[in-house]
């Protein structure tokens, strides 16, 4: 089946580590991109990608870094400069020629730093 | 950058109707969409509006109006299982094919 797959679902790190979140599609989708999710408000964009080797930032970048070496897969890093990193880490894509922007999500990523 | 409102809550009874409304910056705007969203979970897709007017599915309609800058999601005969965050989202296809949401709306269905 066609989806997107992020991991680990579930995370904890210590304050000053990185930590590296996955994510994957089968989608054969161009566009990849990263939310972040605070509790009981909306979606915030990290990063974006539309195309392999290229990226841009969303409305929250710092703190955190990306890269897109593969049509498939789009990594996050959450690094120790993050200032508040425990939150829910949403993965996304979708097909840049569909007549519609519509986002598929995984099933995300909680991130708790201890 | 797209600004878009909606009410932070709403309460309402099984059986009822619920109206969520969204505001929305014209400019660049390509399309409304509309997520349900279960707490701990993904969103999922509800709704999409390109064209003015009411699109209707099911118990779920969505009503755009682009000059306006304003949608609404219209829930019908609620459920308990219709507890849920519903998110907003703006579509700018010129800037990065991007989807800008709102803060959510949070509905809690009573018996």
């Known amino acids: 089946d066609g989806g997107i797959t992020q991991s680990p679902k579930y995370l904890f790190r210590k304050e000053g580590q990185n930590v590296t979140l996955s994510c994957e599609q089968n989608?054969?989708?161009?566009?990849m991109y990263w939310y972040r999710q605070d509790p009981g408000q909306g979606l915030r964009l990290i990063y974006y990608?539309?195309?392999?080797?290229?990226?841009q930032k969303g409305d929250i970048a710092e703190g955190y870094s990306v890269s897109r070496e593969k049509k498939e897969s789009f990594p996050l890093t959450v690094t120790s400069a993050q200032k508040n990193p425990t939150a829910f880490y949403l993965c996304?894509?979708?097909?840049?020629?569909?007549?519609?922007?519509?986002?598929?999500f995984g099933e995300g990523s909680r991130l708790t730093v201890l | 950058g797209q600004n878009i409102d909606q009410p932070t809550e709403m309460t309402a009874t099984e059986g009822a109707i619920v109206q969520i409304n969204c505001t929305y910056q014209?400019?660049?705007?390509?399309?409304l969409f509309w997520y349900q969203q279960h707490a701990g979970e993904a969103p999922t897709f509800l709704s999409y509006?390109?064209?003015?007017g009411l699109e209707e599915k099911g118990r779920f309609s969505s009503f755009l109006s682009r000059s306006k800058g304003y949608s609404y999601l219209l829930l019908k005969e609620l459920q308990m299982k219709d507890s849920a965050s519903y998110l907003c989202?703006?579509?700018?296809?010129?800037?990065?094919?991007?989807?800008?949401f709102g803060g959510g709306t949070r509905v809690l269905v009573k018996p």
């Open positions: 996304a894509s979708s097909n840049l020629g569909a007549d519609t922007g519509e986002l598929f």
């Open positions: 989608l054969n989708h161009d566009a």
């Open positions: 990608s539309q195309i392999v080797n290229d990226f």
């Open positions: 014209t400019s660049g705007f390509n399309g």
């Open positions: 509006n390109v064209l003015d």
């Open positions: 989202a703006s579509w700018v296809k010129a800037a990065g094919n991007k989807l800008t």
